[in-house]
Structures are given as structure tokens and as C-alpha cells.
């Protein structure tokens, strides 16, 4: 897997999926295929015109969408604010990480402000050598950081049970090291977020060290993209702006399903275009899947 983007001296922002285009100053991973055991395939796409400014007034007739160059029937279409959300916040606690705990504190709550909705979710996970839902699904901003204060005063403690209120996430594990990073994205898709629907998304808070995971950087990848869940990661030098723009993605992005002509499971892979039919508009989307 490779890295492209260059990375200023600010915030620095990756995805681990395809669907989102690269923010400015920002890192990110190429497009990988994705694995599907269903007909119903699932497309999350961004789009944006020739300034690179965000098209948020789509409209089903205005995408076509091609599986190997045969065109789909789209089945379903929705814009992103008219999809509930569910957001996972994944925030390093190692120690690399010490000296960022009250900027993720305050950058958390302003962007629970901004992006959560009346219909939206949000969870919170902590990583170092071990993972722990510190706040369970929530509509609430200001409750998701009430539980992480409590577990910040909590970790200052000398009780060896402090953290037993604060359930490990994925199956006991012993680490001999402290920065679980792939693991706690890879458990945040499978165990958290498999039952929700609508849009689902990880934001998280870590350096991308990682140095006692169980799961690589491709399986990861690739169960997040065949979940459908889109994975953003902020890395800090100083402040920027990048969460307003991680948000204006959520809000203007578009989902569109189709049940492809060709129905074989024969293990091919089906490469997926979305096209829009107005002239000077560039989609960011997933490169396909593997038909499983």
C-alpha cells in the first residue's frame, strides 16, 4: 500500500478508504478494492467542481453509474444530510500522544457541534494497549465528553481498577506495547458499527504509529471499505482547519445503491464509475469490489 499527498506543517488528515478526496495539507491512502457477499452494491461518493469547491445539490438523474463500462440502474440516492450518521471517535491515549490529550478534548467537542444531527449517533474509543468504549453510542456531544473527562481523571489514578468501568472493545488481548492503532479502527468497524445503518464514519485522533495490533494496515483497509464505513485520521503538529473540512465532507457527500447486472459470485473484480453528467465536476469514490 502506498501513501500519496504531501503534509504541510499543520494537521495532518488521511483516509483509509477511498470515497473522499485528499484534504489540503492532508496524507492519504491510495484506493484499494473492496469485498462484497451481497447483490445490493453500495457507492459513497464526494464530488466536486473545477475550484475544488464541494456540489452538495445532486440529484439522482444527475449520476450515472457504470459497473465494468455497463451501465447500472441506481436503485437508491440519497445526499448525506438526509441519511442518519454514526460517528466513531478513536482517540490515541499512548504515550506519544500525552501532550495532545486537552487539544483532542476541545477539538472533539467543537466538532460533535458542528456535524451531529437530531438523527445522529456518535461513540468514543480509546487506544493505547488496549481499546475501551469510553462512551457508548450517544445523540449527545457534551455527554461523549463528560465520559471522557471521567476517564481522563480516572487514568490519573493509581487504582488498578480504574478503568473497569470502561469495557474493553474486541476479544482480551495481552500487548506488549502501547499503540494498538490498526486494532482499534479494525474492532470499531467490526463490533460497533456492523448493526447501524445509514452513513457510517471513524474519525481518528492518533500519530498512525502502530506497534502491537493483531490486524496489518491492508485487512483493516479493505474491512472498513467492504463495511462501507468511511475512516478519517488527524495526526497533530499545531491547529489548522481540517475538522471543518472533515465535516463539510459528511454533510455533502452522496450514497447511491444498484443491483448489478452481472449477479456471478465468481470472484472478479467489477471496477465502478460514477459519472456525473455535468461537465467539470470530479468524483471521489471507491475504485470496485471483488464479487464474493
Partial sequence: MKLSGQCSNGLYVYCLTSLLVILGGGLAFSQEPIHVAVNLVNVAFS?????GGLVENLAKEDVEVFEDAV?????FFAKSTDVPLTLGL????????????KQHEHDLEVFLKEVLGPRDRAFLVTFANHIRVISDFSPS???????MQEYRARDKGKDKKKHAEFPELGPPESRDLGTAFY????????????????????????DGEDNSSSHNMMTTIETAQAKDVVVYAVRYTEKEH?????????RTSYELAYYPTNSDKDETFRKIVVRPKRAGLKVRTKTGYFSR
Fill in 183 to 206: 486494532d482499534s479502527i479494525y474492532y470499531a468497524v467490526t463490533e460497533k458499527l456492523p448493526r447501524e445503518s445509514g452513513r457510517r464514519a471513524l474519525l481518528v485522533f492518533s
Fill in 141 to 147: 456531544g457534551p455527554e461523549i465528553i463528560e465520559r
Fill in 90 to 101: 478513536i482517540v490515541d491515549v499512548s504515550g506519544s500522544q500525552d501532550h495532545f490529550s
Fill in 47 to 51: 464530488v466536486r467542481d473545477a475550484r
Fill in 242 to 250: 481540517y475538522f471543518r473540512q472533515i465535516a463539510e465532507e459528511l
Fill in 71 to 75: 451501465p447500472q440502474k441506481t436503485s
